[in-house]
Nanobody, 120 residues
């Protein structure tokens, strides 16, 4: 059972940057990993994904964050990052990392508790 712990959420001004971290309790190289967000009253949105290491760790982004967010993974640290730049108020949400079915962008088995990002 993989445990995921997110960190790095904060309150920032519009235009600022944050880096979120998602650290796993064990090796996650075989998993496609994603970052998801959910704002109050809105549906959950998958914003970034990174393929498993065997598939070349290819990345992809939702249109809403393309060009501003960057997902990466540090395999030695069992950690996935989300670098967020040029933040907008509409980026305000609880951000979760989780394993993902890469082909569908749907959440898979493992899920973290989330870290809050507030942009004003």
């Amino acid at each position: 059972h993989v445990q995921l712990v997110e960190s790095g959420g904060d309150s920032v001004q519009a235009g600022g940057s944050l880096t979120l971290s998602c650290t796993a309790s064990e090796n996650i190289n075989k998993y496609c990993m994603g970052w998801f967000r959910q704002a109050p009253g809105k549906e959950r949105e998958a914003v970034a994904r990174i393929n498993n290491v065997g598939s070349g760790s290819v990345t992809a982004y939702a249109t809403s964050v393309q060009g501003r967010f960057h997902i990466s993974r540090d395999n030695a640290k069992n950690t996935v990052y989300l670098q967020m730049n040029s933040l907008k108020p509409e980026d305000t949400a609880m951000y979760h990392c989780g394993t993902m079915i890469c082909a569908t962008w749907l959440r898979d088995k493992y899920w973290g508790q989330g870290t809050q990002v507030t942009v004003s």
